[in-house]
């Protein structure tokens, strides 16, 4: 059973001080690992997709990198308006089984 | 304006009546998706399809109908077969030949 795991489930930062997120998988068959920034109300905005191991995608601050076992979203110098639910999910057929999500919060 | 539209944002109800959500897209993608998400959680699919005129239950697609006669359009009826219908509802599409897919804004359904 495909499953996804993202750690911690909320992370508190001061801004400029930079960490990162993590999200283990397990799957048969892997058709690509997505990230998706997600604000309250609102519906999950696409950020990343990485399709095999090594590979690495940034965007700004952000910046998302995938082994065979995991993935993680480094966020540097973050800024409060980075401050957002991270979402990871993977791909192994048609559908998308997603993460718990990771709630960051980045104080001023 | 392209994109994904759910409407309304707000949707009240009350316990024993069925309420239809809506679901439009005009970025010509093929496949459409149903999510549910409660508090604290990561999204559940309830239903999907890859083509007109069909489509495919998920994981919790119980209490759920939806049809799909039109390209653009992916509406979710909320049955009162649902036993804990409060939730917010997400519609995404994906288009042929990526694995990507896109969100609307949501829909925040109250049921009482």
């Known amino acids: 059973e495909d499953q996804v795991t993202q750690s911690p489930e909320a992370l508190r930062l001061q801004e400029g001080e930079s960490s990162s997120l993590n999200c283990s998988y397990t799957?048969?068959?892997?058709?690509?690992l997505f990230w998706y920034r997600q604000d309250p109300g609102k519906g999950p905005e696409f950020l990343f997709t990485l399709y095999s191991a090594g590979e690495e995608k940034e965007k700004e601050r952000l910046k998302a990198t995938l082994t065979k076992k995991e993935s993680f979203l480094h966020i540097t110098a973050p800024k409060p308006e980075d401050s957002a639910t991270y979402l990871c999910?993977?791909?192994?057929?048609?559908?998308?089984?997603f993460g718990g999500g990771t709630r960051l919060m980045v104080k001023p | 304006d392209g994109g994904i539209t759910q409407s309304p944002k707000y949707l009240f109800r009350k316990e024993g009546q069925n309420v239809t959500l809506s679901c439009e897209q005009n970025?010509?993608?093929?496949?459409m998706y149903w999510y549910r998400q409660d508090p604290g959680q990561g999204l559940r699919l309830i239903y999907y399809s890859q083509i007109v005129n069909d489509f495919q239950k998920g994981d919790i697609a119980e209490g759920y109908s939806v049809s799909r006669e039109k390209k653009e359009s992916f509406p979710l009826t909320v049955t009162s077969a649902q036993k804990n219908p409060t939730a917010f509802y997400l519609c995404?599409?994906?288009?042929?030949?990526?694995?990507?897919?896109?969100f609307g804004p949501g829909t925040r359904l109250t049921v009482t």
């Open positions: 970025l010509n993608h093929d496949a």
């Open positions: 995404a599409t994906r288009g042929r030949g990526s694995y990507e897919q896109y």
């Open positions: 799957v048969s068959g892997l058709r690509g």
């Open positions: 999910a993977i791909n192994a057929g048609n559908m998308l089984t």
